[in-house]
């Protein structure tokens, strides 16, 4: 034993100090330093450069039902490994590790509740949760909170944020595109609307189904919206693509989504065009 570890070792317990990294959140956007505190209360948008970063399920949910009204439906089961898969870690691995990070089941969460008193069934992608990929889980439960807003005759809401299809399921994961699809002709048939709200990320496979045939599509500010990426696009049709191509405003100025909304003004954009969309169905 050398004489750092004695030192070490004689020393009295020290609780652990809030640290440079614990107090402050360095902005992706224009890399200010800003109060963690302040952050997370604004909705994690930067207050200096109106940047917007990444949330989960629980502030997601927490910013757009009414309070005391939310419900999170149960995670439909499916089987975790179908493929035996593995390359550089076993996929059972991957899976333990992401749920350890994120404390969540997979990478899409579902709830119901009240929106300015208006019930919606709403999913979350989580981003943190191995980029929120869409593998079977994910696909069942798109299909099962579907059923559920047709249960409950409300509007389907879906927060997207993902890579694209989850890999380790191979084609088992591509074939949530044509269910997720079936899932909203089914929403159509019970005349009920179908919101999609784009954040930062949503491409691949999840841009190429479900997160592109909303009644309604909005985009959060900067949000990057795509199916492959730029510089595979480039090295493709060997030309330099625009400035700000596949974000959400490029998208708004070319007619691919409707809006692009601060996510402050989500929950009454949101509520605003619930009012609008089932006017019919509340006079009826």
């Given at each position: 034993?050398?004489?750092?570890?004695?030192?070490?070792?004689?020393?009295?317990?020290?609780?652990?100090?809030?640290?440079?990294?614990?107090?402050?959140?360095?902005?992706?956007?224009?890399?200010?330093?800003?109060?963690?505190?302040?952050?997370?209360?604004?909705?994690?948008?930067?207050?200096?450069?109106?940047?917007?970063?990444?949330?989960?399920p629980?502030?997601?949910?927490?910013?757009?039902?009414?309070?005391?009204?939310?419900?999170?439906?149960?995670?439909?089961k499916?089987?975790?490994?179908?493929?035996?898969?593995?390359?550089?870690k076993?996929?059972?691995d991957?899976?333990?590790?992401?749920?350890?990070?994120?404390?969540?089941t997979d990478?899409?969460?579902?709830a119901?509740?009240?929106?300015?008193?208006q019930?919606?069934?709403?999913?979350?992608?989580?981003?943190?949760?191995?980029?929120?990929?869409?593998g079977?889980?994910?696909?069942?439960?798109?299909?099962?909170?579907?059923?559920?807003?047709?249960v409950?005759?409300?509007?389907?809401?879906?927060?997207?944020?993902a890579?694209?299809a989850?890999?380790?399921?191979?084609?088992?994961?591509?074939?949530?595109?044509?269910?997720?699809?079936?899932a909203?002709?089914?929403?159509?048939?019970?005349?009920?609307?179908y919101?999609?709200?784009?954040?930062?990320?949503?491409?691949?496979?999840?841009?190429?189904?479900?997160?592109?045939?909303?009644?309604?599509?909005?985009?959060?500010?900067?949000?990057?919206?795509?199916?492959?990426g730029?510089?595979?696009?480039?090295?493709?049709?060997?030309?330099?693509?625009p400035?700000?191509?596949?974000?959400?405003?490029?998208?708004?100025?070319?007619?691919?989504?409707?809006?692009v909304?601060?996510?402050?003004?989500?929950?009454?954009?949101?509520?605003?065009?619930?009012?609008?969309?089932?006017?019919?169905?509340?006079?009826?």
């Amino acid at each position: 034993m050398n004489w750092v570890t004695r030192v070490r070792n004689a020393m009295p317990f020290i609780a652990k100090r809030e640290t440079a990294e614990t107090l402050w959140h360095k902005c992706k956007g224009c890399n200010s330093m800003i109060f963690l505190k302040e952050f997370e209360e604004n909705q994690s948008v930067c207050p200096k450069c109106d940047f917007h970063g990444r949330i989960g399920p629980a502030e997601r949910f927490a910013a757009i039902f009414d309070e005391d009204t939310l419900r999170v439906l149960p995670m439909p089961k499916v089987m975790e490994d179908p493929l035996k898969f593995k390359d550089t870690k076993k996929y059972p691995d991957r899976i333990k590790a992401a749920r350890a990070a994120t404390g969540e089941t997979d990478a899409m969460i579902s709830a119901s509740g009240k929106i300015d008193g208006q019930t919606a069934v709403v999913s979350v992608q989580d981003f943190a949760f191995m980029g929120g990929s869409m593998g079977m889980a994910v696909g069942e439960a798109f299909v099962a909170a579907a059923q559920e807003a047709v249960v409950k005759k409300c509007p389907y809401i879906i927060f997207t944020a993902a890579g694209g299809a989850r890999m380790q399921e191979g084609i088992l994961s591509l074939m949530q595109m044509p269910r997720s699809t079936v899932a909203i002709q089914m929403l159509r048939d019970a005349g009920l609307p179908y919101i999609v709200v784009l954040t930062d990320p949503t491409t691949g496979g999840v841009t190429a189904s479900y997160a592109m045939l909303g009644d309604i599509q909005i985009a959060e500010p900067g949000a990057l919206i795509g199916f492959a990426g730029q510089r595979v696009i480039e090295q493709t049709i060997r030309e330099k693509l625009p400035e700000g191509f596949q974000r959400a405003e490029y998208l708004l100025d070319h007619g691919m989504i409707d809006m692009v909304t601060h996510r402050h003004e989500l929950k009454s954009t949101l509520s605003g065009l619930i009012d609008y969309l089932m006017a019919g169905k509340k006079a009826a």
